[in-house]
T-cell receptor, first 113, second 114 residues
Framework: AQSVSQHNHHVILSEAASLELGCNYS??????LFWYVQYPGQHLQLLLK??????LVKGIKGFEAEFIKSKFSFNLRKPSVQWSDTAEYFC???????????FGTGTRLKVLA | SQTIHQWPATLVQPVGSPLSLECTVE??????LYWYRQAAGRGLQLLFY??????ISSEVPQNLSASRPQDRQFILSSKKLLLSDSGFYLC?????????????FGPGTRLLVL
């Protein structure tokens, strides 16, 4: 069965530290990849997405992610986090041509001021 | 612009009681609609999706059901709630333009079954 793994469940960083959240998926075919974020008290919203083309995609608020097909990975990065980045982050995959989105278990990020 | 509404925001129900959660989308036509359950530490689990009125696909067999009586209305129901139905239920929509598109989520309903 297809699955998405987010290995970091809880991450605590100080402001200005660099961030990398891991995401791996299990599926050998064509996929679309997403990172969603849920800030405290807000709706789940799109951070960035990869459909095709340049494997390095840039999203809102200085986030970026790199799709490495050979590693089945789509890790999220930010060079310098801010207190306002405190949120829960979800990686999601949908197999091309289907409606079945598969989400990871999420990573709770806390940034200390 | 498009908006998505869910109600109620919070619900406490006894075991064995029925359930009806409603989701409506404004500002778009023919959206794909989805119901998810979010449990702590388990991420989002896709329950149902719909590509049109009356068209429902179930991803997880359980005592829940979904219906789409109108183009922009999606309802999650149960005849008899179980304790294990407690959780956070999210509705989402995506454009019909293509499969695998970005999803837009509602505010969610927190359900507690006692």
């Amino acid at each position: 069965a297809q699955s998405v793994s987010q290995h970091n469940h809880h991450v605590i960083l100080s402001e200005a530290a660099s961030l990398e959240l891991g995401c791996n998926y299990s599926y050998g075919g064509t996929v679309n990849l997403f990172w969603y974020v849920q800030y405290p008290g807000q709706h789940l919203q799109l951070l960035l997405k990869y459909f095709s083309g340049d494997p390095l995609v840039k999203g809102i608020k200085g986030f970026e992610a790199e799709f490495i097909k050979s590693k089945f990975s789509f890790n999220l990065r930010k060079p310098s986090v801010q207190w306002s980045d405190t949120a829960e982050y979800f990686c999601a995959v949908v197999t091309s041509g289907t409606y079945k989105y598969i989400f990871g278990t999420g990573t709770r990020l806390k940034v200390l001021a | 612009s498009q908006t998505i509404h869910q109600w109620p925001a919070t619900l406490v129900q006894p075991v064995g009681s029925p359930l009806s959660l409603e989701c409506t989308v404004e500002g778009t036509s023919n959206p794909n609609l989805y119901w998810y359950r979010q449990a702590a530490g388990r991420g989002l689990q896709l329950l149902f999706y719909s590509v049109g009125i009356g068209q429902i696909s179930s991803e997880v067999p359980q005592n829940l059901s979904a219906s789409r009586p109108q183009d922009r209305q999606f309802i999650l129901s149960s005849k008899k709630l179980l304790l294990s139905d407690s959780g956070f239920y999210l509705c989402a929509w995506s454009p019909i333009a293509g499969v695998g598109e970005t999803q837009y989520f509602g505010p969610g309903t927190r359900l507690l079954v006692l």
